[in-house]
């Protein structure tokens, strides 16, 4: 059913519309090849997802900043199939996948044709935990930043999704009210209970089959977005 009082959609970006395994697979293919780095990127990228996804979560909790989610996902990876890497080659490596990310630029399906059916409809917005000077890149290179009113982003925040002021600071912004707003994004926490909680509407993008509560609407697919919008 669609909720006719929406005026503003807020998507999050990376695992939403972005699609960051698929670009960060590439990624990582291009700088080992440049680094000479002699590892299976099958192997490597089965334990760096798991990986990367608790770094991040740490990084949502204010556990550890932004250097040390850079640098403590690789670092673990590599110990863990056990491959001998030194500290500066990490750090290089660090550098170097966030300089190359963005210079691939795979959306999920149905992308660009959910943008351009809601562009008339709704003002669209993006709140990211991502880096600022990343995802901006991104979302350039990925030709969707012409779509997007505003983007709202943890650093210029100075908080990270769930914590209501970074919903609040995006409302703000966007000259919006929760009432008339929905969240769109693939984090059941971060995503879909922060909105939630603020009184946004919100709509979980559950493209990995995760299980959830019977009330949250979801879509496994960006264009069954259509049908609540």
Request: glycine residues 4%; charged residues 25%.
């Amino acid at each position: 059913m669609k909720n006719k009082a929406i005026k503003h959609v807020f998507f999050d970006l990376d695992h939403t519309l972005w699609d960051f395994d698929k670009n960060s697979a590439l990624t990582f293919d291009k700088i080992f090849k440049m680094h000479d780095v002699g590892v299976s990127l099958d192997t490597f990228l089965e334990v760096y997802e798991p990986v990367n996804l608790d770094y991040w979560k740490r990084y949502r909790n204010d556990e550890i900043d932004k250097m040390e989610l850079r640098y403590g996902r690789l670092r673990d990876t590599f110990n863990t199939i056990n491959y001998s890497v030194d500290d500066a080659l990490i750090q290089n490596l660090s550098h170097a996948y966030i300089e190359h990310l963005s210079s691939f630029s795979h959306l999920f399906e149905g992308t660009m044709d959910l943008l351009q059916y809601l562009q008339p409809k709704y003002q669209l917005h993006i709140i990211t935990n991502g880096f600022e000077e990343a995802q901006l890149k991104k979302m350039n290179s990925s030709a969707i930043t012409p779509f997007f009113k505003t983007v709202t982003n943890a650093e210029v925040a100075g908080v990270k999704k769930p914590n209501p002021i970074i919903f609040d600071y995006a409302l703000k912004i966007a000259n919006a009210q929760p009432k008339e707003s929905i969240m769109i994004g693939d984090n059941y926490e971060a995503d879909v209970l922060g909105a939630l909680n603020v009184g946004y509407d919100a709509i979980f993008f559950n493209y990995r089959n995760d299980q959830t509560e019977p009330h949250i609407k979801q879509v496994k697919h960006l264009l069954q977005l259509k049908d609540y919008l």
